[in-house]
């Protein structure tokens, strides 16, 4: 069953775009435009997913990953234009689940979603095992 998603990305086309996608894959898709915004939003809200952008104003996603890294009820996925290995290797150093290149292709993020809810259905069936 899909699960949910939080879209974190300051460019209003592009969280358009991705939301409008993920939707027609059976997910339910949210978005806000700041990494504030998302720390703000998971006050309220639970989620399975956050898939953020990495240059934002104020915090960027790489600070928000490590925001969210000890919360073992989510995964994140994050995407830049600016790819390099720095890059990607600060985001897996946060905590960050996979890296996805912009402009996205959409085969290359739907995998990596798949790939989350994967990982993250294993990790929650392990956490009941425990139990």
Same mark, same amino acid.
């Given at each position: ?14 969280? *358009? ?29 639970? *989620?399975?997913?956050?898939?953020s952008? *990495? ?36 985001a ?7 890296? *996805?290149?912009?402009?996205?292709r ?26």
């Amino acid at each position: 069953m899909p699960g949910s998603i939080l879209i974190v990305e300051d460019d209003a086309d592009t969280a *358009v775009l991705l939301r409008e996608v993920l939707r027609k894959r059976g997910y339910e898709v949210s978005s806000v435009d700041s990494a504030r915004g998302c720390l703000e939003w998971l006050e309220t809200h639970r *989620v399975d997913l956050v898939i953020s952008d *990495v240059h934002m104003v104020g915090m960027d996603g790489i600070q928000l990953c490590e925001r969210l890294r000890d919360r073992r009820d989510l995964i994140v996925i994050v995407m830049t234009a600016a790819v390099t290995v720095d890059t990607a290797a600060a985001a897996c150093k946060a905590g960050a689940f996979d890296f *996805v290149a912009k402009p996205v292709r959409m085969a290359a993020l739907c995998g990596a979603v798949e790939r989350a809810f994967h990982h993250l259905g294993a990790r929650r069936a392990q956490s009941q095992a425990a139990v």
